[in-house]
């Protein structure tokens, strides 16, 4: 091929190439000054920074079994997903037994916890949640042994964990959570509803306790 070819193949690549972009560029749509303002970011604070995402996130992600999409199996998503069991996180609510609130209180509970007052305990949410972590660190207290010689091992093909023996404790006392593990499960108390120590153990095992301390004289104080 000789120069004069070459140069003139170059012109009408370029010629080509140069009525493409323009054909391409007159057919998308142009938005409107009105719209370049509504969709314009000046003024606004715009932060490209992404945050590392945490492990109950990455846990989420990957999908992994002890994980639910809302809360997981934290401390917080225990007291929530054992709120809901009792109650259906109904903090206002006294069953036909004359439990009260979200977590489902007994009168008698809530004296040993400092709570004297059942219509201010009803009537208070924060209160009612203080009394939880109260009873929680109770029975943590109580069933330290217990604790320390049965989590990790089974009873009728459930694991024991310790946030299913302190669910159970709320369930049925600490008293009752006691001998169904000294008796390998032959002795399961049952609530007046029918629901058994041996359930919640199953029901809500495996949740992250370990943020509640062993408390033998755990109380609430109530604000005059």
Known sequence: MNNKS????VFLTLAISILTS???ASSVPTL????KNNY???GLTLDYNLKAPSAQDLAILLNKDEFTPQLGKSFIGFKEALGFKESQNNY???????????????KSTLKMIGINDAKAFLSTPELQEKAFIANTERNKWILR?????????????VKITESGILAAAHLGGPGNVKKYLRSYGKNCFKDG?????AEYMKRFSGFD????EPNRKAKVFMKA
């Not at 409107?32 to 719209?35: A, D, F, P, T, V």
């Not at 989590?151 to 093909?157: A, F, T």
């Not at 509803?193 to 120590?197: D, F, H, I, P």
């Not at 306790?209 to 509640?212: G, L, P």
């Open 6 to 9: 070459i140069t003139s193949f």
């Open 22 to 24: 323009l054909s391409i």
């Open 209 to 212: 306790t370990s943020s509640i």
């Open 40 to 42: 314009s970011t000046k």
């Open 92 to 106: 206002f609510i006294v069953n036909k037994f004359g439990y009260l609130g979200k977590y489902q209180f007994g």
């Open 32 to 35: 409107s000054n009105s719209l």
């Open 145 to 157: 042994r217990e604790i320390k010689r049965f989590v990790g091992s089974y009873i009728k093909g």
């Open 193 to 197: 509803l029918g629901t058994s120590v």
